[in-house]
C-alpha cells in the first residue's frame, strides 16, 4: 500500500553535517534531529556546533558535535571515527561548509585587479574542496555501505554569477558541476543507492553576507541588498525553514530516483529576468 509518511521517513538514520553550527545548516540538523535522524554536527567552530548539538539534545534527540577543518583530510578522517564510535554507520552527508569573505570581494576599495590570490584562494577552497573532501571520505563510507545520500549546499551564483564576489560564483558553479559529476560516478562505479544532490539557497541573511546585504551602522538594507528584493517575486528574503522541506525531500526515500539535481530554494530569484 502507497503510504504517504514512509516517503518522507528518515527515522534512525545517522546524518553528518558540515558547517552544523552556521545558520542554514544549524536549522537542519536541528530539524533532522527533531525527527528521529541521529545527527553529527560538524564544525571548525566547535562551540557553535555543540549549541546546535545541545539543542538536539535538549528537544529529545540524539546528535553530538565533532570539531572538523573540512580543507584538512586527517580531520575529516578523525571526524569519521568519532562518528562511527557514536553512530555505527553515516547514511546522509550534507556539505554546509561554505562562505565568502571581504578580501575575496570587489568594492571601490578594492577593485577586481587587486583581489588577493590568498582570499581567492580561500574562498575557492572552502566551498570547493571542502564539498569535494568529505565526499571522498565520507562518499567510501557509503560505497561499503553500498548506500547514502550526499546533499551539497550550491547557490544562485552557480547559475549565473552576481556581481561582486568571482571567487564564490566560480567556487559554487565548481560545486553544481560536481555534484552532477559525483552522482554519475557513485551510481556507476559503486552503487545505484548512493545518490548526490544539491540545492541552491536563494538569499539568506546570515552572518556571511549580512556585510553585504545591510548597513552596518542603521541595519538598513544597502542598495545590494533592494536589488536582491526587487529581483525576489516573492519580495523577501528566506527564512532558513524554507529549505527544510526541499531538503526532507531529497534525503528521503521519497526522492530514491532523483540524483545529480540542483534545486533552486529562491522564492523565484533565478526564474526571473528582472523585467
Ligand atoms: P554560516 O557562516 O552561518 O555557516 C557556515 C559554517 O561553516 C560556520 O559555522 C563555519 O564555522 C563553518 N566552517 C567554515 N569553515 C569551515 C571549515 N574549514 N571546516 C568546517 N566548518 C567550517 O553560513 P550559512 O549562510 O548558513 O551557509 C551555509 C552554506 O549555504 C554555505 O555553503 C553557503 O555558501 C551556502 N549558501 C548560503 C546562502 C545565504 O544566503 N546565506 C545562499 C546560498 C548558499
Redesign the pocket.
Known amino acids: 500500500m502507497f503510504n504517504l509518511p514512509d516517503l518522507f521517513n528518515l527515522t534512525g538514520r545517522v546524518a553528518v553535517i ?9 536549522a537542519m540538523a536541528r530539524a533532522l534531529g527533531n525527527n528521529g535522524v541521529r545527527v553529527a554536527v ?4 566547535g562551540e ?2 555543540e549549541r546546535v548539538a545541545a539543542d538536539v539534545r535538549s528537544d529529545g534527540g540524539q546528535a553530538i558535535a565533532v570539531v ?5 583530510r586527517s580531520s575529516v578522517e578523525a571526524a569519521v571515527r568519532q562518528v562511527m564510535d557514536a553512530f555505527g554507520r553515516v547514511d546522509i552527508l550534507i ?6 569573505k571581504k578580501q575575496a570581494t570587489t568594492s571601490p576599495e578594492l577593485p577586481f585587479f587587486d583581489l588577493p590570490p590568498d582570499a581567492i584562494r580561500w574562498v575557492f577552497d ?2 570547493f574542496l ?1 564539498t569535494l573532501l568529505p565526499c571522498q571520505v565520507f562518499g567510501k563510507l557509503m560505497a561499503g555501505q553500498d548506500e547514502g545520500c550526499i546533499l551539497n ?5 552557480a547559475f549565473r554569477p552576481l556581481t561582486r564576489i568571482p571567487a ?1 560564483s566560480a567556487a ?1 558553479a565548481a560545486v553544481s558541476n560536481f555534484t552532477q559529476w559525483l552522482a554519475v560516478h557513485m551510481a556507476q562505479e559503486y552503487s545505484p543507492r548512493i545518490r548526490v544532490n544539491a540545492i ?10 549580512r556585510f553585504l546585504l545591510t548597513d552596518e551602522a542603521t541595519g538598513e538594507l544597502t542598495p545590494r541588498g533592494r536589488t536582491i528584493i526587487e529581483h525576489t517575486p516573492m519580495g523577501r ?2 527564512d ?1 525553514e524554507d529549505l527544510l522541506g526541499t531538503v526532507l525531500w531529497l534525503l528521503s526515500p521519497g526522492a530514491a530516483f532523483v540524483t545529480g539535481v540542483v534545486v533552486p530554494v529562491d522564492g523565484g530569484f533565478s526564474a526571473f529576468s528582472g523585467v
Open positions: 558540515t558547517g552544523g553550527g552556521g545558520v542554514l545548516c544549524g560538524l564544525d571548525l567552530n557553535a556546533a572538523v577543518d573540512v580543507l584538512d556539505n554546509g561548509a561554505g562562505g565568502n572552502l566551498n571542502g549546499i550550491s547557490s544562485m551564483n564564490y559554487k541552491a539557497p536563494g538569499f539568506f541573511l546570515t552572518e556571511q553576507n528574503f528566506g532558513p
